[in-house]
């Protein structure tokens, strides 16, 4: 289930405030909710706000979802179950609506004159069933706030990590990152003793002479099959996902475990890529940050959810900026992702449609969305004028997130120098020595500046 649309009638800052989160006419999928959303804006415009309602919101989908009836249109009481849900208090009253891709519609109000002191939902009733079975069952709702405190992660008990990994609401910020291990343990555990069990069935039947060569042949062939199709965990975590990104800091993921030591898989083990074992404790907090975010969702591997990201980019150098998000994507299915930044190189990963701009209108005080192209004209593909994907660092800046200029003072001042000494060579009066003494301090200030070098080179 993905979210198509989001309508907030007063919350904050934000008053009649609506977005439409679907691929514009035009693209192969015109008319779907979009696969991933990137809300941008100054401090305060309200990007970590829009992923607390839809948090909050949807929290309050699942968790009702049990008692809804088997209607069209229902309300459900506010009662103190609805009310003790985090941040309610500050949802009642406000009236925000969600529009999902299968029709269903929610809204919460306690506007008398609409729907009574009621949460709303409104679907189609043929959809009834699938609601039920979807909500309760598959359906998974994650929260990566902005303040997981990375630096401080322990370990926590092994049973910890079944019961909040198998709810169906996963705010991370109330949750130690590195207990979802556990979850990949047991996999790689399992998925060891299994091994174990086809390499003895496979050595009795080699060295057992009723078989031809031919069968012998055949098992081994089944059991090299299975193993690529059903790679090892720890393997395919490292090679598929992990190994890509902490690559670039030269490190990998040590993926040959000693099962006779327990300790030894009781936790992620990192190594330089050189094979040197690094504690770690001792790895940067970026590296951290990029492992124990990317451990949930692969021990998770959620389908159909709704993942929000505050801030992917903390921590981050700017060239895995630049692929976090491809990464974070990656590791889930059929799903769809919800990122709030401030990274220019974080914004570069989205379509022009895929991007909210949240910007402050300063008449009323409240937030609107930029858009990126001619409100008088069909929200088609071709009607759009700014494509985050196409600029340069200094575009996004400029166009994306509207900085006025390309550099600050001092840069402006070298700029004239520089220009002025692109003058002064042209003037045919210089002596030889005058020229070669104006020339190199050009090419320094040009290697400076990031400067093209002219003509002047040559003479």
Not at 114 to 127: A, H, R
Not at 309 to 321: A, K, T, V
Not at 432 to 448: D, G, I, M, V
Request: hydrophobic fraction near 35%; charged fraction near 25%; charge should be negative.
């Amino acid at each position: 289930m993905k979210i198509k649309e989001l309508y907030i009638q007063q919350y904050h800052q934000f008053n009649a405030f609506h977005l439409d989160l679907t691929y514009p006419t035009g693209h192969p999928k015109a008319g779907q909710a979009l696969d991933k959303v990137c809300f941008i804006g100054q401090s305060g415009t309200g990007k970590t706000s829009l992923l607390e309602v839809l948090f909050n919101v949807i929290s309050i989908l699942i968790k009702e979802s049990e008692v809804l009836p088997k209607e069209g249109a229902i309300r459900l009481p506010l009662d103190k179950k609805l009310q003790e849900l985090e941040k309610f208090d500050e949802l009642y009253g406000v009236g925000i609506n969600l529009k999902f891709d299968n029709d269903v519609s929610t809204f919460i109000t306690k506007n008398a004159t609409l729907v009574g002191e009621n949460f709303l939902l409104d679907y189609d009733s043929q959809e009834e069933n699938n609601i039920h079975d979807f909500l309760k069952n598959s359906f998974k709702l994650v929260l990566y706030p902005c303040d997981i405190d990375i630096p401080t992660i322990g370990k926590q008990p092994q049973e910890q990590h079944k019961s909040t990994l198998g709810d169906n609401i996963l705010n991370f910020g109330n949750y130690d990152l590195q207990s979802s291990w556990g979850t990949i343990n047991e996999a790689i555990i399992k998925d060891r003793e299994l091994e174990i069990k086809k390499s003895l069935d496979l050595s009795k039947l080699l060295q057992n002479p009723i078989y031809s060569q031919d069968e012998v042949w055949k098992a081994r062939e089944e059991f090299l099959a299975w193993r690529k199709a059903s790679p090892n965990p720890i393997v395919d975590l490292a090679d598929n996902f992990l190994n890509k990104i902490i690559g670039r800091f030269n490190l990998k993921v040590k993926t040959e475990l000693d099962f006779e030591k327990t300790e030894d898989i009781e936790t992620i083990k990192i190594q330089t890529a050189q094979g040197k074992d690094i504690p770690f404790e001792a790895l940067s907090t970026g590296t951290k940050q990029v492992i124990l975010t990317a451990l949930p969702l692969y021990g998770l591997k959620p389908e159909n959810a709704i993942i929000l990201f505050d801030e992917p980019e903390r921590s981050l150098y700017p060239d895995i900026q630049a692929e976090i998000v491809d990464f974070y994507t990656s590791m889930a299915k059929d799903s769809q992702f919800f990122f709030a930044t401030h990274s220019p190189l974080v914004a570069s990963s989205f379509e022009p449609w895929e991007v909210v701009e949240l910007k402050f209108n300063p008449e009323t005080g409240n937030v609107y969305q930029e858009l990126y192209y001619d409100a008088q004209k069909e929200r088609h593909v071709d009607s759009y004028f700014i494509n985050p994907q196409y600029l340069t660092w200094t575009g996004i800046l400029q166009k994306v997130f509207d900085l006025d200029q390309e550099g600050n003072d001092l840069r402006d001042r070298q700029l004239i120098r520089i220009a002025t000494l692109e003058s002064q060579l042209k003037q045919p009066h210089l002596s030889l020595e005058q020229k070669k003494e104006k020339f190199e301090e050009y090419k320094k200030l040009a290697t400076l500046l990031n400067w093209e070098l002219k003509k002047h080179e040559k003479n």
